[in-house]
């Protein structure tokens, strides 16, 4: 199976310890918070979103990529 054809929606793995889900547009906080320390980025080459506008619209390319099948 070709791997465009594997997801027809984002799956969602759960264990008693653990959610591993789609990444959603109210995670964007959270997400912003995480990847703004430098400690976290600082061997990565990537410096983390700006500010909470661009966290967001990280979330909303994802999603649009995913309809797409990119």
Known sequence: ???KDAF???PKLETERF???EL???DAKEYYTYFSDHEVTK???YEGPKN???AAK???RFQKHLIEKK
Request: charged share 20%; hydrophobic share 45%; no cysteine.
């Open 1 to 3: 199976m070709p791997f």
């Open 8 to 10: 027809i929606t984002f």
């Open 19 to 21: 959610i591993l889900r």
């Open 24 to 26: 959603r547009s109210d």
């Open 43 to 45: 061997y990565w080459g």
């Open 52 to 54: 909470m506008e661009t």
């Open 58 to 60: 990280t979330f909303t």
